[in-house]
């Protein structure tokens, strides 16, 4: 029996297919995650001219696997969901399903990550409802077509949330020589707090070797100790402010009231309101309105209605925090943070318009009596705005109290810090006065040099306010990020696809599937794996880098450990996320992996026919990401087995070879990616212990 792992372009994101093969007839299936973030517009390469479809890469691969599974009869016997990450989860509705939702292909097993709320991705809920299921004979999402009456088409049983197994546990029962699959790990450190990957002291328990992970945790410790006293005085106020700061803002909102009481503030806002009030007086015509409203409102930094669009042109600095998020949590006046932006947005524009509206007709005395009617009433904060005002009030008080419980030698340290520095900032501060002074301005600037009392109560003020500040944002962070995204990859299911054994000696060749694991997630399966049978067995490895190739994964120690035979990775083109990046890439991954692993061949771009291709192959080109450039480009190595989901077009590549005079300015770098298409890599381990390797 043969197996045969496909890795499909997804655009930035990750899905897997794997079905075993015996005389030429599919006998098992299992798909391992589909889901997006970018990308899903480039076309396959093997796809040839897009369909009349969003995102074609998503309709071949959906296409590609139905015709797997059809050779099955329609059944999937395994479905993973390695961790709940958006680009790993949230095009299962496409390949799974019919239009109306509901499950096309009989599912016997589903075997995931961390809890089913935890894949609720904006307005995507599918796999969550599946993983809910508890019933599958009642499941709402089986298939209630006539046509598939008698296929049972839907969940064959209950989804089962995985743990990491103390040994690898098989998806199979044992068969001999026949290929099966293993879970080595899953939800290994999350997503328990007390188990997050961020935990000092889960690290330190580990029984590491002292050569361990060098650079990383380690390094992290030592730095700690050679913090300044300034800086370890913040870092401790800070970490106690931010566990205190909730449970000083519900002390707090029983004694301050949402209403406005600094005099200035309030007329700041009645004026305002006052503008935008005499904008609707004096404008009469509402379409008029809002066509200048319209004209205005993106020079002030709205968001782009277009979907998907992320562009912004304003002044972040201009908009309030408490705009963004609500840190009350509440679902009654929550808005999307980019409606509640560009609400913002447009009351600032009919602030100005109406400012210009008063000049213009000359409706001062009418703006003021509207000015006094408002100053007349209470002013209060909105619900979002009321929370943010007491989350920093109780930063500001808890910091204020923790400096105090201090010790005093550290405090008087970090001051003197503080102070050393105030001394060059006054130096430099004169030396500009005399400069302007020199100049003859018509009021000379005044020399600043504070007393002693002075800078020793800016010092004190400097402290407790950068606690506060660091500790307000740490808290806002952990409230209005989801908090998964602090371990969602570290809890990823890392699994091992073993083809037959070889006839001569037994030994298998291995597929290490990494999902988006970290390298903390590596070093705890190094040191549990380095003295065990399980990877020694293997007569050759293939590794799937973890996180798509990106820096937090895919460890020079890794690479070592496992020297695989060929890496794959998959990625896109997405321009925020920038990866896999050169300087990890190259530097990191490929020089360790050049060190560890034999040279093997170029993978050719279809199926070769053969077990072992010409070494002397074409080029197989790679891309990446360059360091602090936001384009893509892409490399050629004839030697490896390094698969990329996403290669260069014919055009890109032949712009490589122009002649020297057709280069300069205004021409393209030769490597740049301009137009890239996505291809899918297919290993195929034999029976005979060989493989075969080739993209389309």
Known sequence: MDVEVIFFYVGQGDCTFIRFIESGKTKCTVLLDCGTKSGGGIVPRAMGTAPAASEPSITWVRDRIAGYLADHDDVLDYLLISHPDEDHFNRLDRILCHDNQQLRYSINNVWYSCDPDDYREKDKFFIARLLEDVEPDKNQLKCTEPSHKDKKHGLQKKPERMFAPT?????????????NIYLL???QLGPLPETSFYSDQLWVSLPKPETSVPGRRQAVGRAENR?????KVIRTVTDRVTHLIDAEVKRLRTTVKPEITDAKEKRSRCEAQAYRDMFEKLETTAAKRKELVDALAPQLGRYSEKPGSTVF????????????TDPSGSTTETLHPRLAWNQWIDAEARRQLGKKYVGEKHAETQWKLRVDELMAHPVTMASAEYEDH???LAAKKCAKEEIDKQDPDEKAAAYKEFKERLEKNIIDFNKYVQEINKQKPPKPLKPWNPTAAEKQSLAQDHVWREAASQALTKWQMQRTQRPKEDWANASSMVCVVEGP????DGKRQQVWLMADALMVNEDLLRLRYQSDNFPKRASQKWLKCGHHGSETSTSKEWISFLEPAGLFISSGPHPSIRIPRSGHLDSTVIKAWQATS?????????RPGTKKPDPGGPFHQYVLWPEKKGYQVWRGDERRALGTTMIPSDADVDRASLPATKK???????DRVNEARGVEWHLLLDSSGEFELWYE
């Open 227 to 231: 913090l300044y006293p300034g800086k």
């Open 167 to 179: 040994a690898p546990r098989a998806f199979f029962s044992p068969r001999g020589a026949f290929p």
């Open 185 to 187: 790990t899953c939800q």
């Open 664 to 670: 300069g300015p205004g021409v393209p770098p030769p």
């Open 390 to 392: 007491l989350v920093t």
């Open 313 to 324: 042109s304003g002044d972040r600095a201009s908009v309030p925090r408490w705009v963004m």
């Open 501 to 504: 054994a070889r006839p001569s």
């Open 598 to 606: 034999p040279s093997l061949y170029a993978p050719p771009g279809k």
